[in-house]
């Protein structure tokens, strides 16, 4: 935990000042690197929908080490084992799905911190220093813990207004397409009446002194998010911009297509013939 990151990142939040970060899904460590390099302030290692396994995610955190990158884990679901877990081994918070109800997040906020206030098992792993600093980190943990509830159920509308009453997480992050899907509109990033929706949750957010987080889906998106007052915006995840701009060049040589979603190539639509039409100049 980067008590120094943490600060900084609250304190980013109380001015109104908003906190950029990156959404990571693959392997390679380089990527957070980079994020770090770049002066992001945060990073969501996610594990929930990706195919990250433990060993990754750790080395995810390690490059987030003596940085001002704050470094979540987010969560397969709210489980206590597994939230446990992500602190011990140096996470500096958790982001968890499908949180709810005001019942769901005092659930989180309890398995996030040590005994009395939570039920958090103290362990010997990276968090504590292997051990060496039990003392130091279980007495300063409670208090700079991160906790991020994913907003992705259409339920929570009548919800949020007693989840932001509650202390011990300054900021919700929404996950549109699960939000579309629970109202109707699976597949969907944003599907009708859905977009209102989540600016007017984000609007309960800011009038109880919380923050509102989304992936920007674009350099537009980005704009117009902050002009409504979200305050944590992912740059992007990583996929989505390698891809974008492997799609930016492809475009470029005439050759770009859209893929299938059996990953074969015979089957995928081409949008451009390269054989018709030669590269952009």
Same mark, same amino acid.
């Given at each position: 935990?980067?008590?120094?990151?943490?600060?900084?990142?609250?304190?980013?939040?109380?001015?109104?000042?908003? #906190?950029?970060? %990156?959404?990571?899904?693959?392997?390679?460590?380089?990527?957070? $690197? &980079?994020?770090?390099?770049?002066? =992001? +302030?945060?990073?969501?290692?996610?594990?929930?929908?990706?195919?990250?396994?433990?060993?990754?995610?750790?080395?995810?955190?390690?490059?987030?080490?003596?940085?001002?990158?704050?470094?979540?884990?987010?969560?397969?679901?709210?489980?206590?084992?597994?939230?446990?877990?992500?602190?011990?081994?140096?996470?500096?918070?958790?982001?968890?799905?499908?949180?709810?109800?005001?019942?769901?997040?005092?659930?989180?906020?309890?398995?996030?911190?040590?005994?009395?206030?939570?039920?958090?098992?103290?362990?010997?792993?990276?968090?504590?220093?292997?051990?060496?600093?039990?003392?130091?980190?279980?007495?300063?943990?409670?208090?700079? #813990?991160?906790? %991020?509830?994913?907003?992705?159920?259409?339920?929570?509308?009548? $919800? &949020?207004?007693?989840?932001?009453? =509650? +202390?011990?997480?300054?900021?919700?992050?929404?996950?549109?397409?699960?939000?579309?899907?629970?109202?109707?509109?699976?597949?969907?990033?944003?599907?009708?009446?859905?977009?209102?929706?989540?600016?007017?949750?984000?609007?309960?957010?800011?009038?109880?002194?919380?923050?509102?987080?989304?992936?920007?889906?674009?350099?537009?998106?980005?704009?117009?998010?902050?002009?409504?007052?979200?305050?944590?915006?992912?740059?992007?995840?990583?996929?989505?911009?390698?891809?974008?701009?492997?799609?930016?060049?492809?475009?470029?040589?005439?050759?770009?297509?859209?893929?299938?979603?059996?990953?074969?190539?015979?089957?995928?639509?081409?949008?451009?013939?390269?054989?018709?039409?030669?590269?952009?100049?």
């Amino acid at each position: 935990m980067k008590t120094k990151a943490i600060r900084k990142f609250r304190e980013k939040l109380a001015a109104d000042v908003p #906190v950029y970060g %990156l959404w990571v899904t693959l392997e390679s460590p380089a990527i957070t $690197e &980079m994020a770090v390099a770049l002066g =992001l +302030d945060w990073v969501v290692i996610d594990a929930e929908h990706s195919h990250l396994d433990w060993k990754d995610i750790v080395e995810h955190i390690r490059a987030t080490v003596r940085s001002d990158t704050v470094a979540f884990v987010r969560l397969v679901e709210r489980d206590t084992g597994l939230i446990k877990r992500a602190l011990d081994i140096g996470a500096d918070g958790v982001a968890a799905p499908w949180i709810d109800s005001a019942e769901d997040l005092q659930e989180l906020i309890c398995d996030s911190r040590y005994p009395p206030a939570g039920r958090r098992g103290v362990g010997g792993d990276r968090a504590t220093v292997w051990g060496q600093c039990f003392g130091e980190h279980t007495q300063e943990a409670n208090e700079h #813990v991160l906790v %991020l509830p994913m907003i992705e159920n259409v339920t929570v509308v009548d $919800e &949020m207004p007693a989840m932001c009453q =509650l +202390d011990g997480a300054e900021a919700f992050f929404f996950g549109p397409a699960d939000f579309s899907a629970t109202a109707g509109h699976v597949g969907k990033w944003e599907g009708p009446g859905v977009a209102e929706q989540i600016v007017s949750l984000k609007d309960t957010m800011r009038a109880a002194g919380k923050h509102a987080g989304v992936i920007a889906t674009s350099i537009e998106d980005l704009h117009r998010r902050l002009e409504q007052g979200f305050r944590m915006i992912a740059l992007g995840t990583d996929v989505s911009m390698l891809l974008g701009s492997l799609h930016t060049m492809l475009d470029a040589a005439g050759c770009d297509r859209k893929p299938a979603t059996s990953l074969d190539p015979a089957d995928g639509q081409a949008i451009i013939n390269v054989q018709s039409r030669p590269p952009k100049t």
